[in-house]
């Protein structure tokens, strides 16, 4: 299962690949982009498109990651709550005590 999806994972790289140079390659006009107080030397449309899509995916990972970060923080503290109820729990038990169910 891991080969298939290797395997997978490299044809849609190749792919992308592949339809990024057809999109420069079709998308060769000069235009200039204009930010409000700044305005950038004319480059071909494709080098626009695509370093915009390239600084939103970095954008994207980044906001993702600190997300993730946060999520992380919060279960690691919910783990240690949970493990110091267990640990009350088994002293409220005692020794001998299985608790509920047991037999």
Avoid: C, E
Avoid at 54 to 67: C, H, N, R, T
Avoid at 81 to 95: E, F, I, N, S
């Amino acid at each position: 299962m891991t080969f298939l999806r290797n395997v997978a994972t490299v044809l849609l790289v190749l792919a992308t690949i592949l339809l990024g140079a057809l999109f420069a390659l079709q998308n060769t006009a000069p235009v200039p982009l204009d930010l409000l107080v700044y305005t950038f030397a004319p480059r071909s449309v494709a080098l626009w498109v695509l370093a915009a899509l390239a600084v939103g995916g970095v954008l994207g990972m980044l906001l993702s990651s600190i997300l993730m970060l946060r999520l992380r923080t919060a279960l690691a503290a919910a783990r240690r709550q949970l493990a110091g109820a267990r640990a009350d729990v088994h002293k409220l038990r005692g020794p001998g005590d299985a608790g509920p169910g047991a037999p």
